[in-house]
T-cell receptor
Framework: DVKVTQSSRYLVKRTGEKVFLECVQD?????MFWYRQDPGLGLRLIYF???????EKGDIPEGYSVSREKKERFSLILESASTNQTSMYLC?????????????FGEGSRLTVL | GQNIDQPTEMTATEGAIVQINCTYQ??????LFWYQQHAGEAPTFLSY??LDGLEEKGRFSSFLSRSKGYSYLLLKELQMKDSASYLC??????????WGAGTKLIIKP
């Protein structure tokens, strides 16, 4: 069974703290993505990666960075958390040549910044 | 700008049929997706349409009209477990996904 695992389901951090969100997939997918999901808005792409060591900015990269040192792991970093980064963060992965382009999602990391 | 519109919330009765609409305006089109997301869980893939017409998969069907920028997801024989949010997404000319805000479907007994 395919699996995308996000390290923390719930986190509470203080303004200014550094936050790491980890995502691991066991499907040997090249492509990995970080989204945030907020009420009333569609999923918004923060960063994505097409291969190890590669990263591309999505629609809302400000305040975030990523790391892809290994194919199976894609980390999202908030260098200095702010209250407007309180959100649900979803990691996803897929094969680049997938016929349907199906994304496989993790269960999400709900971050609260106080 | 790019835009995906779908109703915020819908209510339907167990055993009935419901149609969730999605209209889109995007720069280019490379396919439309429907995902299901139960509260507190990961979105899961339901369907992919790239050509006009109806794709049927069990109790769920998805329809696409590219000329009208329109899709719908049809759920038949509704079950309580179908209570979830349904997300519509379009892949644009750059192969990036544009997401709608989702439709929360409430099933009543």
């Amino acid at each position: 069974d395919v699996k995308v695992t996000q390290s923390s389901r719930y986190l509470v951090k203080r303004t200014g703290e550094k936050v790491f969100l980890e995502c691991v997939q066991d499907m040997d997918h090249e492509n990995m993505f970080w989204y945030r999901q907020d009420p009333g808005l569609g999923l918004r792409l923060i960063y994505f990666s097409y291969d190890v060591k590669m990263k591309e900015k999505g629609d809302i990269p400000e305040g975030y960075s990523v790391s892809r040192e290994k194919k199976e792991r894609f980390s999202l970093i908030l260098e200095s958390a702010s209250t407007n980064q309180t959100s649900m963060y979803l990691c996803a992965s897929k094969f680049p040549d997938s016929e349907t382009g199906e994304l496989f999602f993790g269960e999400g990391s709900r971050l609260t910044v106080l | 700008g790019q835009n995906i519109d779908q109703p915020t919330e819908m209510t339907a009765t167990e055993g009935a049929i419901v149609q969730i609409n999605c209209t889109y305006q995007t720069s280019g089109f490379n396919g439309l997706f429907w995902y299901q997301q139960h509260a507190g869980e990961a979105p899961t893939f339901l369907s992919y349409n790239v050509l006009d017409g109806l794709e049927e998969k069990g109790r769920f069907s998805s329809f696409l009209s590219r000329s009208k920028g329109y899709s719908y997801l049809l759920l038949k024989e509704l079950q309580m477990k179908d209570s979830a949010s349904y997300l519509c997404a379009v892949m644009d000319s750059n192969y990036q996904l544009i997401w709608g805000a989702g439709t929360k479907l409430i099933i009543k007994p």
